[in-house]
């Protein structure tokens, strides 16, 4: 049963463009999310994260928005630029439970064009 | 400061061994997690150590099995090796629990 989910495997933008990148969740024990930003032979990285507590965070180009009551979450970057171009991971965790277990979606590929 | 470093970083072995891989996190983080990477199935959590103990295991059968020492380093061990074991092992490092995991750069194993 997958807890989290991005139903969009892949995303293309121009340049300059808003990217939207989706993700769903079912389990509601989860009270933080994270959004990670993976290049191919990397790791992922962090990019940003919120509590459940909030229903925005921002930080620079990046915002995640969190609706608790559809279960939703998404990453808007503006403007797009080609360096963003990766697998975006969505993930989740159930901080009360004093742990660093990360439930993931499968990724979204974004492409931003030039 | 050094980043997680994963060792090694390509691995080739066969039905039937066992393999063990090696984490060293970042300086001064106690907390270890480890992650698979398949195609199609993105991460899946394998364990979680913080002072040596393991707080937490994901949904893997026994053959997959880890350690965490006193300098915070940590290892993994597959025994029996199948072939559906082919993926990414990533390992994550982070101060303390319920904080922002800093991930490797993985061990990419391939079974054959």
């Known amino acids: 049963d997958q807890q989290v989910k991005q139903n969009s495997p892949s995303l293309s933008v121009q340049e300059g463009r808003i990217s939207i990148l989706n993700c769903d969740y079912t389990?509601?024990?989860?009270?933080?999310f994270l959004w990670y930003k993976k290049y191919p032979a990397e790791g992922p990285t962090f990019l940003i994260s919120?509590?459940?507590?909030?229903d925005k965070n921002e930080d620079g180009r990046f915002t995640v928005f969190l609706n608790k009551s559809a279960k939703h979450l998404s990453l808007h970057i503006v403007p797009s630029q080609p360096g963003d171009s990766a697998v975006y991971f969505c993930?989740?965790?159930?901080?009360?439970?004093?742990?660093?277990?990360?439930?993931f979606g499968t990724g979204t590929l974004l492409a931003v064009q030039p | 400061k050094a980043g997680v470093t994963q060792t090694p970083r390509y691995l080739i072995k066969t039905r039937g061994q066992q393999v063990t891989l090696s984490c060293s996190p970042i300086?001064?983080?106690?907390?270890v997690s480890w992650y698979q990477q398949t195609p199609g199935q993105g991460l899946q959590f394998l364990f979680e150590?913080?002072?040596?103990?393991?707080?937490n295991k994901g949904n893997f059968p026994g053959r997959f099995s880890g350690r965490q020492f006193s300098n915070s380093r940590s290892e993994m061990n597959v025994s029996t090796l199948e072939l559906g074991d082919s993926a990414l092992y990533l390992c994550?490092?982070?101060?303390?629990?319920?904080?922002?995991?800093?991930f490797g750069s993985g061990t990419q194993l391939s079974v054959l």
């Open positions: 150590y913080f002072s040596e103990t393991q707080r």
């Open positions: 300086s001064g983080h106690r907390s």
């Open positions: 919120i509590s459940s507590i909030k």
């Open positions: 389990n509601s024990m989860f009270d933080y």
């Open positions: 994550a490092s982070s101060l303390q629990l319920n904080e922002k995991l800093f």
């Open positions: 993930a989740a965790s159930a901080q009360s439970g004093a742990t660093n277990k990360l439930i």
